[in-house]
């Protein structure tokens, strides 16, 4: 609610809160003492609890995270030469049913609020720069991609606003081609998120054509892949131009054939895989 600040101490606070990373309303030093301890009467920062963290020899990283009693669910770090990339859950579990998905296996339980979203974001910062002075030097995170659990566009309401605070200049401050959404079709949703974001888009197809996206990804009987591909294109055309990257699962003897791959065309002519 309103704690009656001046608007450039909302910029003060979340300055300090997504790109110092800092959890203490009492360190914040330059915001007023009366206005830290109204802070501290009424909120906190709070990150999701490890549960459990496994580490790879090539340096990628994943956590199992809590945010309540008894539902888990992922996030993933991969640093590459040029990039570090945090992959994140919208969702603890998923309703689409996805043929070859893990996920899909425990069903739905629940959406994630947009501070569990922007949460896994805010700790891995933590947990990757080590101390808020290194994270204050360089950035820790420089992409996000919302491909972990759940269907991103299926928690609109929560998904919407925790984007907004990845590209803010006062919060995490990170290039609308440096966050990427990726979804497996719902066409509603993309046109809508045409409307209120302007971030990369990325969409599971994983078949040429709708006879087999009809097993593979359930969504599809609802919405086929010419109803998928029209949007892609309105989104396109609404931010100005923006790529569309389609992501396909290699699922030997299923959808890995050389006359599969030659079928990409029936998809539309715009479509040039790479």
Request: charged share 25%.
């Amino acid at each position: 609610r309103d704690v009656g600040s001046r608007p450039f101490r909302a910029r003060q606070l979340m300055q300090w809160v997504y790109k110092r990373a800092e959890p203490s309303f009492e360190r914040m030093t330059d915001l007023a003492k009366t206005f830290r301890a109204e802070l501290q009467e009424q909120a906190y920062v709070r990150a999701p609890e490890i549960i459990t963290e496994h580490c790879s020899a090539d340096g990628t990283r994943k956590w199992l995270l809590r945010a309540d009693g008894s539902q888990a669910f992922e996030m993933v770090y991969i640093p590459e030469p040029d990039r570090a990339t945090l992959c994140i859950s919208s969702q603890v579990g998923c309703a689409l049913d996805c043929a070859f998905c893990s996920t899909a296996q425990q069903g739905f339980n629940r959406n994630l609020s947009t501070a569990e979203i922007v949460g896994q974001v805010w700790l891995a910062n933590r947990l990757l720069a080590g101390t808020v002075a290194d994270l204050a030097r360089e950035r820790a995170v420089t992409n996000v991609v919302l491909m972990g659990m759940g269907e991103p566009l299926a928690n609109f309401r929560n998904v919407v606003p925790a984007l907004d605070i990845f590209l803010d200049d006062c919060a995490f401050d990170l290039s609308r081609r440096r966050v990427t959404l990726s979804t497996s079709g719902l066409v509603p949703q993309i046109y809508k998120l045409a409307e209120h974001s302007n971030v990369a888009l990325a969409v599971s197809l994983h078949a040429p054509d709708d006879a087999l996206r009809n097993e593979l990804v359930p969504i599809n009987r609802v919405h086929p892949i010419a109803e998928l591909l029209a949007a892609c294109w309105h989104y396109i055309d609404e931010r100005n131009g923006r790529s569309v990257t389609f992501e396909y699962v290699m699922l030997e003897g299923v959808n890995d054939s050389r006359a599969q791959a030659g079928r990409w065309p029936s998809c539309s002519p715009a479509v040039r895989p790479r």
